[in-house]
Every structure is written in structure tokens, then in C-alpha cells.
């Protein structure tokens, strides 16, 4: 079975609630490509008001979850309390996380090219034999997302 390209859109701490706003609605109203799996993941402040927003088969990620299932962990979010939001994805292992926060990574599953993907970039990445898609970083807050999503159309 041939696994569908997947571009995610990692807003990591930026925007605010009219610019992210006005990005779902532009996404909303693209001609995206069908084939491609789209998936963005703003600050947990604006999970929920713009997955009521997202439409066009955009879905919503968080940016992070804790392993436990509760508990007296501050500012932390299970993985059992995004599903019970309908949160179905969440971006695990990212190299800031890493980095910051000595976090290891589970064993991955699909290959996501989370380089510097730009609307330049993002064809010859995407031809990259075992390349699954894309998190894009800064490019997923800008009207180039729109190019990148449909890399495959």
C-alpha cells in the first residue's frame, strides 16, 4: 500500500488568533491536493477554536503531549485528553524539544522532512525516495504553504 505524502505546518510559537485565523481560512479555501494529508500544528492556546475552523481535510496537531495519562504535571497535555478533544495527531521528537529539553525520540514510523521546506525546496525534497512529507516551520505561516501541500498535485 503506498503511503499518502503528509505536510504538516509546525506554527511552533507564533501567530495570534486573527493571523492564524486568517491562514485556516486561506487553507480552507485552496485548491488543495486530495492525495495529501494536511495537518497543522499551532500553539495549544488555539487548538481547539481552529480545529472548529479547519475544513478542506485540515487537521489539527498539537505541538506536544506528555506520556502520562493525568496527573500533577503543570502545562502538560495527555495524549488521552487530545483524542478525548479530537486532536488525532501530535508532533513528537521535534529537534527543539531535543535540544531544549533532552527529550528522546520514539522509533518512527513515517519519514517527515522537517529541514527548511520552502515553496523552492519542496519538489526536489519531495521526489526523496522514503521522504513520507514535510513539517514545515516558518513557510507554513506564509501563502507558499499553499505550494507545498500540493508538491505532489
Not at 510559537?13 to 495537518?39: C, H, I, Q, R, W
Not at 513528537?92 to 514510523?109: K, T
Not at 522537517?114 to 521522504?131: F, I, K, M, R, Y
Request: proline share 4%.
Amino acid at each position: 500500500m503506498t503511503r499518502k505524502f503528509f505536510v504538516g505546518g509546525n506554527f511552533k510559537m507564533n501567530g495570534s488568533k486573527e493571523s492564524l485565523s486568517k491562514l485556516v481560512k486561506a487553507l480552507n479555501e485552496a485548491s488543495l491536493d486530495p492525495n495529501t494529508e494536511v495537518v497543522i500544528a499551532p500553539p495549544s492556546l488555539y487548538l481547539l477554536s481552529l480545529q472548529e475552523q479547519a475544513q478542506n481535510g485540515v487537521q489539527v496537531a498539537a505541538q506536544n503531549a506528555y506520556f502520562k495519562e493525568s496527573g500533577a504535571f503543570t502545562g502538560e497535555i495527555s495524549p488521552v485528553q487530545l483524542k478525548d478533544a479530537g486532536i488525532n495527531w501530535v508532533v513528537l521528537g521535534h529537534s527543539e524539544r531535543r535540544s531544549y529539553f533532552a527529550e528522546n525520540v520514539a522509533e518512527a514510523i513515517r519519514i517527515i522532512y522537517g529541514g527548511s521546506v520552502t515553496g523552492a525546496s519542496c519538489g526536489e525534497l519531495g521526489a526523496q525516495p522514503d521522504v513520507d512529507g514535510f513539517l514545515v516551520g516558518g513557510a507554513s505561516l506564509k501563502p507558499e504553504f499553499i505550494d507545498i501541500i500540493n508538491v505532489k498535485k
